[in-house]
Nanobody
């Protein structure tokens, strides 16, 4: 089995920061794109950021400059640093592994999500 487990979510005030972690187990993901998606209640799941095995990354315009993705391949762990958080960032954040970039169908494995709530 392949498992992705997110952690680091919580309640934070607007303007604050959080760091999300995604720990992978079961297989090596060194050649997978590791991505973060988020889903707010009643809304579609949306791409946030992704990082390739070479370290090249891409980030959605909505969070660019505020969120930073990084990857520690040796630890099979991906991070998402959330800064300057806004209430509209409130969502369940999901870690995923796949072979694409910004489409949900590009990803094969998904974590269970971690809740990020940003208060005004």
């Amino acid at each position: 089995q392949v498992q992705l487990v997110e952690s680091g979510g919580g309640l934070v005030q607007a303007g604050g920061s959080l760091r999300l972690s995604c720990a992978a187990s079961g297989r090596t993901f060194s050649r997978y794109v590791m991505g973060w998606f988020r889903q707010a209640p009643g809304k579609e799941r949306e791409f946030v950021s992704g990082i390739g095995w070479t370290g090249v990354s891409a980030t959605a315009d909505s969070v660019k400059g505020r969120f930073t993705i990084s990857r520690d391949t040796a630890k099979n762990t991906v991070y998402l640093q959330l800064s300057s958080l806004k209430p509209e960032d409130t969502a369940v954040y999901y870690c995923a592994a796949g072979r694409g970039w910004n489409k949900e169908e590009d990803y094969d494995y998904w974590g269970q999500g971690t809740q990020v709530t940003v208060s005004s």
